[in-house]
C-alpha cells in the first residue's frame, strides 16, 4: 500500500497486530463512538424535542431567577443588621444590595466577555471570592462562633453555591455555543481518560496546548493516524524498520514534536521542491526583465543618438538656406546693377547720336567705360550665378541626406519594434518551455517516487533530462562543472552520474 495517501477516516480503532509499543511518547486511548439511532421518517420527535428543550431553558430561567432572588431575600435583613453591629451605619442599608449586587454584575460581565470571545478569569475569581464572603458574612452573623453550628452554616452556603452551579452552567453554556458559533471544537478531554490513564492524558493535554488544538478527539485522531502509520512501516520494513526507512518516510514520526498530521508531514518534501522550483522561476523571470530593460535602454540611446544626429543635420540645413537666402539677395543687387549699366549705355548711346559735336570722342570715351563697368558687372553676376548654383546643388544634396535620415530613423524604430516583438515572443516561448519542463520533470518525480527509487537514481535520471532537453541526448556535451555546481557534488561522482546517465539514455529511458 501507498503510506503516502493513508486516509485519515481509515485508521482502525483496533491496534494493528506487530504494531511497535513505542512509536510516541504516549500511547493513545481511542473512545468508542455512540451507537448510532435508528433512523425515522417520523418528524414528531424533533418537533418533541424542541419543546423539551423550551420548556428545560424556561425552568432554567425562571429557576435561577428565582434562586438569585431568594438568596438576596434571605440574606438581605442578616447582613444588614452584620453592618450595623459593625458600625456601617446608614450604609448598612446599601451594603447587602451592593454585595448581591456585584456577584451577579461580575457573573453576568463575565458571560458577555465569553460570549465576545475575551474572557477574563479574574471576574470569576472576583465573583467567586465575594460568594465565599457572603456565605462567611451570613454564617458570622448566628450567635457564636462558626464551628459551633455547622448545620447553620451550612444552610446559609447552600442557595449561594447553587447560584454559583447555576452561573457556572450558563457560562459553560455560552462558552459552547460561542465555539460552534466561531468553529471550533473545544471539547475538553473526559474525565474517564485522567481516571484511567493519568500519565498518557497529561501527555497528551500538553500537547494539545503546545500545538494549539482545542478537540481532543482531533489531537486523539492525529496519535492514531500517527501509530498506524509507524505499524506500517515496521510490516513494510520489517526489524529495524527506523533504520531501513527513507528519511521521508520518516518524516510524520520526526515532526510529530511539532503537531504535524501524517499527510501534512508526508507533503513537506513535494512543497520544498514546489517553494525551490518557485523561486528559480521567479529568479529566471527577473533576469530575463533585467535582460529586456538592458535591452530597451539600449534602443533608447541609439533613438537618442540618432535623434541629436538628425537635430544637428537640420540646424546644418538651416544655415544653408539662410546661406541660399543672401546669395539670392545678391543676385538681386547684381540685377540690379546690370539694369544701371543698361541704362547707362542707353544714355551714352544717345549722347553719342545727339552730340555730332568736337565732344564726340568724349562721348564715346565715357560709353566705352560704361561698357567696360557693365562687362564686369556681368562678369560678377555670372560668378554669383555661379556661386548660386553650387549653394543649391549643396542644398538639394543636404536635402537627400535629411531624407536618408529620416529613412534610417523610420527603419530603426521599425527594426526596435521588430526586436520588442521578437523579446515578447521568446519570452512567451521560454515561458511555455519552462511551463512544459516543471510539468515534464513533475511527472518524472511522481514516476520515480511511484518507483520508489534511491537518491542516486533519482540525481543519474535528472542528468539524463538535463543531456534530453539541452543537447538531444548528447550527454557528453553536458560538462562535468556544470553538474558538479547543480547537484553540489565532485567532478568525479559527476562524471560517474554523466556516466550512468549516458547508459540510461542508451538503454531507451526518454521524456514522456
Given at each position: 500500500m501507498n503510506l503516502a495517501t493513508l486516509p485519515r477516516a481509515a485508521a482502525p480503532a483496533a491496534p494493528v497486530p506487530g504494531a511497535p509499543t513505542a512509536v510516541s511518547d504516549t500511547a493513545v486511548d481511542v473512545p468508542d463512538a455512540p451507537d448510532s439511532a435508528p433512523a425515522t421518517d417520523d418528524p414528531a420527535p424533533s418537533?418533541?424535542?424542541?419543546?423539551?428543550?423550551?420548556?428545560?431553558?424556561?425552568?432554567?430561567?425562571?429557576?435561577?431567577?428565582?434562586?438569585?432572588?431568594?438568596?438576596?431575600?434571605?440574606?438581605?435583613?442578616?447582613?444588614?443588621?452584620?453592618?450595623?453591629?459593625?458600625?456601617?451605619?446608614?450604609?448598612?442599608?446599601?451594603?447587602?444590595?451592593?454585595?448581591?449586587?456585584?456577584?451577579?454584575?461580575?457573573?453576568?460581565?463575565?458571560?458577555?466577555?465569553?460570549?465576545?470571545?475575551?474572557?477574563?478569569?479574574?471576574?470569576?475569581?472576583?465573583?467567586?471570592?465575594?460568594?465565599?464572603?457572603?456565605?462567611?458574612?451570613?454564617?458570622?452573623?448566628?450567635?457564636?462562633?462558626?464551628?459551633?453550628?455547622?448545620?447553620?452554616?451550612g444552610m446559609h452556603a447552600v442557595i449561594p453555591l447553587m447560584f454559583v452551579a447555576t452561573v457556572e452552567a450558563a457560562r459553560r453554556l455560552v462558552v459552547r455555543a460561542s465555539d460552534i458559533e466561531a468553529g471550533r471544537d473545544s471539547q475538553g478531554?473526559?474525565?474517564?481518560?485522567?481516571?484511567?490513564?493519568?500519565?498518557?492524558?497529561?501527555?497528551?493535554?500538553?500537547?494539545?496546548?503546545?500545538?494549539?488544538?482545542?478537540?481532543?478527539?482531533?489531537?486523539?485522531?492525529?496519535?492514531?493516524?500517527?501509530?498506524?502509520?509507524?505499524?506500517?512501516?515496521?510490516?513494510?520494513?520489517?526489524?529495524?524498520?527506523?533504520?531501513?526507512?527513507?528519511?521521508?518516510?520518516?518524516?510524520?514520526?520526526t515532526m510529530a514534536r511539532y503537531g504535524l498530521t501524517v499527510d501534512e508531514a508526508l507533503a513537506l518534501p513535494r512543497q520544498a521542491k514546489e517553494a525551490e522550483q518557485?523561486?528559480?522561476?521567479?529568479?529566471?523571470?527577473?533576469?530575463?526583465?533585467?535582460?529586456?530593460?538592458?535591452?530597451?535602454?539600449?534602443?533608447?540611446?541609439?533613438?537618442?543618438?540618432?535623434?541629436?544626429?538628425?537635430?544637428?543635420?537640420?540646424?546644418?540645413?538651416?544655415?544653408?538656406?539662410?546661406?541660399?537666402?543672401?546669395?539670392?539677395?545678391?543676385?538681386?543687387?547684381?540685377?540690379?546693377a546690370q539694369a544701371a549699366a543698361e541704362a547707362q549705355a542707353r544714355i551714352a548711346q544717345e549722347a553719342a547720336q545727339a552730340i555730332e559735336s568736337a565732344d564726340a570722342a568724349e562721348a564715346r570715351r565715357r560709353a566705352a567705360e560704361a561698357e567696360e563697368a557693365a562687362a564686369e558687372a556681368r562678369a560678377r553676376a555670372a560668378e554669383t550665378e555661379q556661386r548660386a548654383a553650387e549653394v543649391e546643388r549643396a542644398a538639394a544634396a543636404a536635402r537627400a541626406h535629411t531624407a536618408e535620415i529620416n529613412r534610417r530613423f523610420a527603419a530603426a524604430e521599425a527594426e526596435q519594434a521588430q526586436a520588442e516583438a521578437d523579446a515578447?515572443?521568446?519570452?512567451?516561448?521560454?515561458?511555455?518551455?519552462?511551463?512544459?519542463?516543471?510539468?515534464?520533470?513533475?511527472?518524472?518525480?511522481?514516476?520515480?517516487?511511484a518507483a520508489r527509487l534511491s537518491p542516486k537514481e533519482r540525481t543519474v535520471r535528472k542528468v539524463a533530462r538535463l543531456a534530453l532537453t539541452r543537447h538531444a541526448g548528447q550527454v557528453d556535451q553536458l560538462p562535468l562543472e556544470a553538474i558538479a555546481e547543480t547537484f553540489a557534488v565532485s567532478l568525479s561522482t559527476a562524471s560517474e552520474y554523466r556516466k550512468e546517465a549516458g547508459a540510461l539514455i542508451a538503454g531507451g529511458y526518454r521524456i514522456h
Open positions: 418537533e418533541n424535542a424542541k419543546r423539551s428543550d423550551r420548556a428545560l431553558a424556561a425552568v432554567a430561567y425562571v429557576g435561577g431567577a428565582i434562586l438569585a432572588g431568594i438568596g438576596f431575600t434571605g440574606s438581605y435583613k442578616t447582613l444588614r443588621d452584620l453592618a450595623f453591629d459593625r458600625g456601617f451605619g446608614d450604609f448598612s442599608y446599601a451594603f447587602p444590595i451592593g454585595l448581591d449586587a456585584g456577584i451577579v454584575v461580575l457573573y453576568a460581565l463575565d458571560l458577555v466577555m465569553v460570549r465576545r470571545n475575551t474572557p477574563w478569569p479574574m471576574l470569576r475569581t472576583v465573583a467567586h471570592l465575594l460568594t465565599v464572603a457572603t456565605i462567611v458574612f451570613n454564617a458570622a452573623a448566628a450567635p457564636g462562633p462558626m464551628t459551633a453550628d455547622p448545620v447553620g452554616t478531554i473526559p474525565a474517564a481518560r485522567w481516571a484511567l490513564a493519568p500519565a498518557a492524558t497529561a501527555a497528551l493535554w500538553r500537547r494539545m496546548k503546545l500545538w494549539d488544538r482545542s478537540s481532543y478527539q482531533e489531537t486523539v485522531q492525529i496519535e492514531q493516524e500517527r501509530t498506524v502509520y509507524a505499524a506500517m512501516l515496521q510490516r513494510k520494513y520489517g526489524r529495524g524498520w527506523r533504520r531501513r526507512a527513507q528519511a521521508d518516510e520518516l518524516l510524520p514520526l518557485l523561486r528559480a522561476e521567479e529568479n529566471e523571470r527577473l533576469q530575463l526583465e533585467a535582460e529586456a530593460r538592458a535591452e530597451q535602454r539600449a534602443a533608447e540611446r541609439h533613438k537618442a543618438s540618432i535623434r541629436t544626429k538628425s537635430d544637428i543635420r537640420a540646424a546644418e540645413i538651416a544655415a544653408q538656406a539662410e546661406e541660399n537666402a543672401a546669395v539670392a539677395h545678391a543676385q538681386a543687387t547684381v540685377t540690379e515578447a515572443e521568446a519570452k512567451k516561448r521560454a515561458a511555455e518551455a519552462r511551463a512544459a519542463a516543471a510539468e515534464i520533470e513533475l511527472r518524472a518525480v511522481e514516476a520515480e517516487d
